[in-house]
């Protein structure tokens, strides 16, 4: 897919979800179950939880973004299709024939991207940006990571492959001119950069969530 172009799109929406969610970033990768995963300590159950619980909110990015399609606010993002939500049902059925349970957490993530989906879907450029560009970018250490770590192979990280869409590179770049563009057409930029501070807490609080159940007696 060919890069859309960002001419005279200002200001910029995704530098400012950057700058302005940094330090939850950088939080995020320092807590819970995201931080045993950065530092080679994760577990198969363990990651498997983390996508039993990430399933629910990518499903609703993706029913929103189609929801609204035909919106020319979203329509730069809807056109990439960059759906994960079957690759991590494919992965967690690879993983394990376990029926793991889905979290109050992983609940009220799905829940708030249901409500930024509401009105103009506006929102969702936040809940874009932080999970597909994440999973374009920060996603392929995580990946490697896992591989190493856990041994995982193609058929449990089909999350991270992309390549039945188009080259990384030219995707990465294509999908932030996208969020760009979609940013720029918004009417209330500040809403998205406030909602992608709410997202990076909702991965905070499961990340957490995902450690203690882990660690915890079972239910």
Do not use: W
């Given at each position: 897919?060919?890069?859309?172009?960002?001419?005279?799109?200002?200001?910029?929406?995704?530098?400012?979800?950057?700058?302005?969610?940094?330090?939850?970033?950088?939080?995020?990768?320092?807590?819970?179950?995201?931080?045993?995963?950065?530092?080679?300590?994760?577990?198969?159950?363990?990651?498997?939880?983390?996508?039993?619980?990430?399933?629910?909110?990518?499903?609703?990015?993706?029913?929103?973004?189609?929801?609204?399609?035909?919106?020319?606010?979203?329509?730069?993002?809807?056109?990439?299709?960059?759906?994960?939500?079957?690759?991590?049902?494919?992965?967690?059925?690879?993983?394990?024939?376990?029926?793991?349970?889905?979290?109050?957490?992983?609940?009220?993530?799905?829940?708030?991207?249901?409500?930024?989906?509401?009105?103009?879907?506006?929102?969702?450029?936040?809940?874009?940006?932080?999970?597909?560009?994440?999973?374009?970018?920060?996603?392929?250490?995580v990946k490697r990571l896992l591989q190493k770590s856990l041994g995982l192979g193609p058929r449990e990280?089909?999350?991270?492959?992309?390549?039945?869409?188009?080259?990384?590179?030219?995707?990465?770049?294509?999908?932030?001119?996208?969020?760009?563009?979609?940013?720029?057409?918004?009417?209330?930029?500040?809403?998205?950069?406030?909602?992608?501070?709410?997202?990076?807490?909702?991965?905070?609080?499961?990340?957490?969530?995902?450690?203690?159940?882990?660690?915890?007696?079972?239910?």
């Amino acid at each position: 897919m060919t890069a859309v172009s960002a001419e005279s799109v200002a200001p910029s929406v995704v530098t400012a979800l950057y700058v302005q969610t940094r330090a939850l970033h950088l939080e995020a990768e320092r807590t819970g179950f995201i931080a045993d995963m950065l530092r080679g300590a994760a577990s198969r159950n363990g990651y498997a939880l983390l996508l039993r619980n990430l399933l629910p909110a990518y499903h609703q990015i993706e029913d929103g973004l189609e929801r609204h399609r035909d919106d020319p606010m979203l329509r730069p993002l809807a056109r990439y299709r960059l759906a994960r939500a079957p690759a991590i049902a494919a992965d967690l059925a690879a993983l394990t024939d376990d029926e793991l349970p889905l979290l109050p957490e992983g609940e009220a993530y799905a829940q708030t991207i249901a409500r930024a989906a509401e009105g103009d879907g506006s929102r969702l450029i936040a809940h874009a940006y932080t999970r597909y560009l994440g999973d374009l970018n920060g996603g392929q250490i995580v990946k490697r990571l896992l591989q190493k770590s856990l041994g995982l192979g193609p058929r449990e990280l089909a999350h991270y492959d992309f390549s039945a869409i188009g080259e990384l590179a030219a995707l990465k770049t294509g999908y932030r001119q996208a969020l760009e563009l979609a940013g720029a057409a918004a009417a209330d930029p500040e809403a998205i950069i406030a909602e992608g501070a709410v997202a990076f807490e909702c991965n905070i609080a499961l990340s957490i969530a995902v450690q203690r159940r882990l660690s915890g007696p079972p239910a």
